[in-house]
């Protein structure tokens, strides 16, 4: 089996989203919110809520029987995790080809141009 290019699936990253957004949250909460787009089994949110807590990206409580769920870490250090796997294995480490790749295959607008001008910037 082929391990994932990225640690994490789609609708794990959408829960991960969610949880992140709401600070505590239940699998009945997250669902709601799913479903405001999609179709998706409350058996499914809770399974992979529980592979999400396995993994170490939620912790959980039991308040009453209902488990609660919180972040176990804040969302921008599991993106940077996550993209300094992606530049490992995509770029071979290399940031610099990351942005490169992105500049070349993205329409940036003018806004995000000045953005990443700007964040240049303050790293001199």
Same mark, same amino acid.
């Given at each position: 089996?082929?391990? %994932?290019?990225?640690? #994490? *699936?789609?609708? &794990?990253?959408? /829960?991960?989203?969610?949880?992140?957004?709401?600070?505590?949250?239940? @699998?009945? $909460? =997250? $669902?709601?919110? /799913? !479903? &405001?787009?999609?179709? =998706?089994?409350?058996?499914?949110?809770?399974? /992979?809520?529980?592979?999400?807590?396995?993994? *170490? !990206?939620?912790?959980?409580?039991?308040? *009453?029987?209902?488990? @609660?769920?919180?972040?176990?870490?804040?969302? +921008? &250090? @599991?993106? $940077?995790?996550? @993209?300094? $796997?992606?530049?490992?294995? =995509?770029?071979? +480490? %290399?940031?610099?080809? !990351?942005?490169? %790749?992105? =500049?070349?295959?993205?329409? #940036? %607008?003018?806004?995000?141009?000045? &953005? /990443?001008?700007?964040?240049? *910037?303050?790293?001199?």
């Amino acid at each position: 089996m082929k391990k %994932s290019l990225i640690p #994490l *699936g789609e609708t &794990e990253m959408e /829960i991960l989203h969610h949880v992140w957004k709401l600070e505590k949250a239940t @699998v009945a $909460q =997250v $669902q709601e919110r /799913i !479903l &405001e787009d999609r179709k =998706v089994a409350y058996t499914t949110i809770m399974t /992979i809520m529980k592979n999400l807590s396995d993994k *170490g !990206l939620l912790d959980k409580e039991l308040q *009453g029987n209902t488990y @609660v769920y919180r972040p176990a870490q804040p969302a +921008g &250090e @599991v993106q $940077q995790n996550l @993209v300094r $796997q992606f530049v490992d294995k =995509v770029f071979k +480490g %290399s940031p610099a080809a !990351l942005v490169q %790749s992105l =500049v070349k295959a993205e329409k #940036l %607008s003018p806004e995000d141009r000045e &953005e /990443i001008e700007r964040l240049i *910037g303050k790293m001199k």
